[in-house]
């Protein structure tokens, strides 16, 4: 089955930067769009980013416009987040989703959590 | 920038009763509506897309329903495993993909 596994996440210093990777199985994974979606301790959830099924084209929240950097990799079926400058306020769990045609999210991953904290 | 308004915040419901859940948009999104279950500790997962279509494997006793700026989810008879927290997320305006805040479904 369609499956989804996000690590990478940690305790990081604002300012910091940290990898994130999400490891896909059970689908074809270069057919679809991927995307980004964070949730802030017992808060909502927020889109944070999209690629493309060909990596071509990305698109990001402008909470995180010029700071982060979606890249997939299809040959390793893998969805990746580069998050740069890191700031207190990035501190969430971050989910990978897939996009199964028309920019909703399904499956989404079991989460990774991302501290920014001195 | 859509931005998706839901109500109420905590809705507190018995078991084996009828649930309503709202959504509104800012501006008229068609029928590019969907709704999300998140329990506690979880991934949240699709339960309706196109504002009325159940997704595979959800029970018949979620519906969905509502076009343009307004949208409701019900729960037709509760059981004990549908409390939990439920988003709207609109696709028909984007970037930026955006999420209503949440209702809390609690038992009464």
């Known amino acids: 089955q369609v499956h989804l596994v996000e690590s990478g996440g940690g305790l990081v210093r604002p300012g910091g930067s940290l990898r994130l990777s999400c490891a896909a199985s059970?689908?074809?994974?270069?057919?679809?769009?991927m995307n980004w979606i964070r949730q802030a301790p017992g808060k909502g959830l927020e889109w944070v980013s999209y690629i493309s099924n060909t990596g071509s084209h990305a698109n990001y929240a402008d909470s995180v416009k010029g700071r982060f950097t979606i890249s997939r990799d299809n040959a390793k079926n893998s969805l990746y987040l580069q998050m740069n400058s890191l700031r207190a306020e990035d501190t969430a769990v971050y989910y990978c989703a897939r996009d199964p045609g028309s920019n909703w999210f399904d499956p989404w991953g079991q989460g990774t959590l991302v501290t920014v904290s001195s | 920038e859509i931005v998706m308004t839901q109500s109420p915040a905590t809705l507190s419901v018995s078991p084996g009763e009828r649930a309503t859940l709202s959504c509104r948009a800012s501006q008229s999104i068609s029928n590019s509506l969907v709704w999300y279950q998140q329990k506690p500790g979880q991934a949240p997962r699709v339960l309706i897309y196109?504002?009325?279509t159940r997704a595979t494997g959800i029970p018949a006793r979620f519906s969905g329903s509502g076009s343009g700026t307004e949208f409701t989810l019900t729960i037709s008879s509760l059981q004990s495993e549908d409390f939990a927290v439920y988003y709207c997320?609109?696709?028909?305006?984007?970037?930026?993909?955006?999420f209503g805040q949440g209702t809390r479904l609690e038992i009464k």
């Open positions: 997320q609109q696709y028909n305006n984007w970037p930026p993909i955006t």
């Open positions: 196109g504002a009325s």
């Open positions: 059970g689908f074809t994974f270069g057919d679809y769009y």
